[in-house]
């Protein structure tokens, strides 16, 4: 069964040092593999995305992600963080084996970033 | 392009009631997608349509349906309201060639 994990609930930094969110995943067959970001009382805003190709994934606000197929992950990195990156972050995964085209989301993780 | 819009923003109901939530996608999107969010449960996928059928389906009750007009605006409606349905709904589109979703600001829904 399809399946995504955000194995933590909140993520503390502090302003300036790098920050990871993890996400690791479970398919079938090859996946497709997206993060959002969620700003209070908003809806939820794409960041990246990793389809095929070179296993590092550039996004928007200096966001970036590695696919690592071995490990079945897709980490979410940024190297400085900001204050307003403090928001919910959830990790997707599409199985593209077959004509499923469903996305199964991770239960999301809470970044907060202190000045 | 203006982005997914969604109507209302905030929902007031009691328990028995039914509501209709709207939804207009991205100029261009056929696929529209409906997701509950609670802060337990995280997203639940509803359901979704393209081009006014729908292709998906989620595990929800019959009391939560959709439908999607010739210009893909979407509707979803919740029948017999009960307190566990207060979540925020969330709609998002995507286009043809696309693999990622873009959401509106969801309609909050509370239940009394």
């Known amino acids: 069964a399809q399946s995504v994990a955000q194995p933590e609930d909140q993520v503390n930094v502090a302003e300036g040092n790098p920050l990871t969110v993890k996400c690791t995943y479970s398919v079938s067959g090859n996946p497709y593999l997206f993060w959002y970001v969620q700003y209070p009382n908003r809806g939820l805003q794409f960041l990246l995305k990793y389809i095929t190709g070179d296993n590092l994934v550039k996004g928007s606000y200096g966001f970036e992600a590695e696919f690592n197929k071995s490990q079945t992950s897709f980490h979410l990195k940024k190297p400085s963080a900001l204050v307003s990156d403090s928001a919910l972050y959830f990790c997707?995964?599409?199985?593209?084996?077959?004509?499923?085209?469903?996305?199964?989301w991770g239960l999301g993780t809470s970044l907060a970033v202190n000045p | 392009k203006a982005g997914v819009t969604q109507t209302p923003r905030y929902l007031i109901k009691t328990r028995g009631q039914q509501v209709t939530l709207s939804c207009s996608p991205i100029?261009?999107?056929?696929?529209v997608s409906w997701y509950q969010q609670t802060p337990g449960q995280g997203l639940q996928f509803l359901f979704e349509y393209f081009s006014e059928t729908q292709r998906n389906k989620g595990n929800f009750p019959g009391r939560f349906s959709g439908r999607q007009f010739s210009n893909s605006r979407s509707e979803m409606n919740v029948s017999t309201l009960e307190l566990g349905d207060s979540a925020l709904y969330l709609c998002?589109?995507?286009?043809?060639?696309?693999?990622?979703?873009?959401f509106g600001p969801g309609t909050r829904l509370t239940v009394t």
């Open positions: 997707a995964v599409r199985d593209n084996a077959g004509n499923n085209r469903k996305l199964i």
């Open positions: 998002a589109s995507t286009g043809t060639g696309l693999h990622e979703q873009y």
């Open positions: 100029s261009g999107h056929r696929s």
